[in-house]
């Protein structure tokens, strides 16, 4: 147990920066853990040091992603600069809800400062940051408004998995009790799609440029949801206290990232995409509709956790620990994320996630 005694030095330090208000706290923060942990020499444990540098990397990859469709769909300023937006796509994407662009502008600018404070955190710890850059190969987006840069992940291929739409809707089932869920659509996971405009070709006819930005609506709540889970999946087996606030404290704004994206997704144009059959269908209406699939039911039902013998409770669904990051790497690359990245890229990645899934088995049990 690594809590810290009450008299330690750094929690003095920390109470009074405390006292000096949140703001003096905010900009002190990474100073502050640098030099305390200098002077205390509080290295991480191997295994903390393994979590955070598996969330590193994932929130690189998620950074990536949400540029790209920043670049495309969102505002472009000096919070996140690059590309110049896409006036087609964007408009598709207002279809969703009128504020998308500042959305996506928004979720892109937590992800750059959630990797780049795990990167300074852990290099304040002794520990090492994690760079993916040597993996920037695969093309992106030609069309009107992207960078002419490589990049980390691919949204022009995707195999988006709804099913956290029904998942977070059922009063009854749960994902770490074994329980599957149908997908809010269905077309999604048999096939590979677009999310971004690939060249201007995509900007046309409307029908397809609008299920291209049906599938960005979906997709960012398939990727929040990820985040969302893997938070609290993963704080179970820190062992450093400060390591846990860190987690516990990134982790809910992924979950408010996904209750957004979850209500802008059932706004989404039911249609057919003419260049590809691919369906958008009304999700009020038969053989969908009701609670699994009620457009304005977007907080979470509560339902069985940890044992059926307990009271329904409204939850974050999965929350199960063991195998948790070798999960989350699956499921990115199941998305089709990663299409066209280098086994180089799936070696290094994998090494990361079985090393924080080999962290502290036991958890935090006292
Ligand atoms: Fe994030
Ligand atoms: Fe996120």
Same mark, same amino acid.
């Given at each position: 147990m690594s809590y810290r005694a009450p008299s330690s030095p750094l929690t003095s330090?920390?109470s009074?920066?405390?006292?000096?208000?949140?703001?003096?706290?905010?900009?002190?923060?990474?100073?502050?853990?640098?030099?305390?942990?200098?002077?205390e020499?509080r290295?991480?444990?191997?295994?903390?040091?393994?979590?955070?540098?598996?969330?590193?990397?994932?929130?690189?990859?998620?950074?990536?992603?949400?540029? $790209?469709?920043?670049?495309?769909?969102?505002?472009?300023?000096?919070?996140?600069?690059?590309?110049?937006?896409?006036?087609?796509?964007?408009?598709?994407?207002?279809?969703?809800?009128?504020?998308?662009?500042?959305?996506?502008?928004?979720? !892109?600018?937590?992800?750059?400062?959630?990797?780049?404070?795990?990167?300074?955190?852990?290099?304040?710890?002794?520990?090492?940051?994690?760079?993916?850059?040597?993996?920037?190969?695969?093309?992106?987006?030609?069309?009107?408004?992207?960078?002419?840069?490589?990049?980390?992940?691919?949204?022009?291929?995707?195999?988006?998995?709804?099913?956290?739409? !029904?998942?977070?809707?059922?009063?009854?089932?749960?994902?770490?009790?074994?329980?599957?869920?149908?997908?809010?659509?269905?077309?999604?996971?048999?096939?590979?799609?677009?999310?971004?405009?690939?060249?201007?070709?995509?900007?046309?006819?409307?029908?397809?440029?609008?299920?291209?930005?049906?599938?960005?609506?979906?997709?960012?709540?398939?990727?929040?949801?990820?985040?969302?889970?893997?938070?609290?999946?993963?704080?179970?087996?820190?062992?450093?206290q400060?390591?846990?606030?860190?987690?516990?404290?990134?982790?809910?704004?992924?979950?408010?990232?996904? $209750?957004?994206?979850?209500?802008?997704?059932?706004?989404?144009?039911?249609?057919?995409?003419?260049?590809?059959?691919?369906?958008?269908?009304?999700?009020?209406?038969?053989?969908?509709?009701?609670?699994?699939?009620?457009?304005?039911?977007?907080?979470?039902?509560?339902?069985?956790?940890?044992?059926?013998?307990?009271?329904?409770?409204?939850?974050?669904?999965?929350?199960?620990?063991?195998?948790?990051?070798?999960?989350?790497?699956?499921?990115? !690359?199941?998305?089709?994320?990663?299409?066209?990245?280098?086994?180089?890229?799936?070696?290094?990645?994998?090494?990361?996630?079985?090393?924080?899934?080999?962290?502290?088995?036991?958890?935090?049990?006292?």
């Amino acid at each position: 147990m690594s809590y810290r005694a009450p008299s330690s030095p750094l929690t003095s330090r920390r109470s009074f920066l405390a006292g000096a208000g949140v703001g003096a706290l905010g900009v002190g923060l990474i100073g502050d853990v640098s030099l305390a942990s200098a002077r205390e020499g509080r290295r991480l444990t191997e295994g903390d040091e393994a979590i955070l540098r598996f969330l590193a990397a994932a929130e690189i990859l998620e950074t990536d992603l949400w540029q $790209q469709y920043n670049e495309l769909g969102g505002i472009q300023d000096r919070e996140v600069p690059g590309g110049t937006g896409n006036s087609a796509y964007t408009a598709a994407l207002a279809m969703l809800d009128a504020d998308m662009a500042q959305y996506i502008h928004d979720n !892109t600018d937590d992800e750059f400062t959630h990797f780049t404070f795990l990167n300074a955190y852990l290099e304040a710890r002794g520990g090492r940051p994690v760079s993916l850059e040597r993996f920037r190969t695969l093309p992106g987006s030609t069309a009107t408004g992207a960078q002419e840069i490589k990049r980390l992940t691919n949204l022009m291929a995707l195999t988006v998995d709804t099913t956290w739409w !029904t998942r977070y809707r059922s009063s009854s089932m749960n994902p770490d009790f074994g329980d599957s869920f149908p997908p809010a659509v269905p077309g999604l996971l048999t096939g590979q799609f677009p999310a971004i405009p690939r060249s201007d070709a995509d900007l046309t006819p409307a029908t397809h440029l609008q299920a291209i930005a049906n599938t960005a609506g979906f997709h960012f709540g398939t990727i929040e949801q990820g985040g969302t889970s893997l938070y609290p999946q993963l704080a179970q087996r820190v062992l450093d206290q400060e390591v846990l606030r860190v987690l516990l404290s990134i982790g809910p704004t992924e979950a408010l990232h996904l $209750q957004t994206w979850h209500d802008k997704a059932g706004n989404a144009p039911p249609l057919t995409d003419p260049t590809n059959g691919l369906v958008f269908p009304d999700l009020n209406s038969s053989p969908f509709g009701g609670e699994d699939f009620q457009t304005n039911l977007i907080m979470p039902e509560p339902t069985v956790f940890l044992s059926r013998k307990f009271p329904a409770c409204s939850i974050i669904r999965p929350t199960e620990s063991a195998g948790a990051a070798m999960g989350a790497l699956k499921f990115l !690359t199941d998305d089709g994320l990663f299409r066209g990245q280098l086994p180089a890229f799936f070696a290094f990645m994998t090494r990361l996630a079985r090393q924080a899934d080999a962290a502290h088995p036991a958890g935090r049990h006292v």
